[in-house]
């Protein structure tokens, strides 16, 4: 069973910046991707960012150029700035192997003045 947990959401005013960390209990090279994803309520899951074995990485037309994806042996983190309110929501770390996505619990980030 591979564990993943979130760390690092919060309040932030409009502007500011946060750092999201996803500690993986495995290492992070044995997936295919890992990532991040995002559901704000009413509205369903849509992915943020990700980076593949090899380090390619993508990210969502919303965070580009605001946000970016970090990785080593263990962890995934997300460095975003300049914080908008429509960038509240619950953000979930994620693993990929073939055929199977395990998830962390979620942090919550709230961007609010």
């Known amino acids: 069973q591979v564990q993943l947990v979130e760390s690092g959401g919060g309040l932030v005013q409009p502007g500011g910046s946060l750092r999201l960390s996803c500690t993986i209990s495995?290492?992070?090279?044995?997936?295919?991707?890992v990532g991040w994803y995002r559901q704000a309520p009413g509205n369903q899951r849509e992915l943020v960012a990700n980076?593949?074995?090899?380090?390619v990485t993508n990210y969502a037309d919303s965070v580009t150029g605001r946000v970016t994806i970090f990785r080593d042996e263990n962890t995934v983190a997300l460095q975003m700035i300049a914080l908008k309110p429509e960038d509240t929501a619950i953000y979930y770390c994620?693993?990929?192997?073939?055929?199977?996505?395990?998830w962390g619990q979620g942090t919550q980030v709230t961007v609010s003045s």
């Open positions: 980076i593949n074995v090899g380090g």
């Open positions: 994620y693993a990929r192997t073939l055929g199977h996505i395990d």
């Open positions: 495995r290492n992070i090279f044995m997936f295919n991707d």
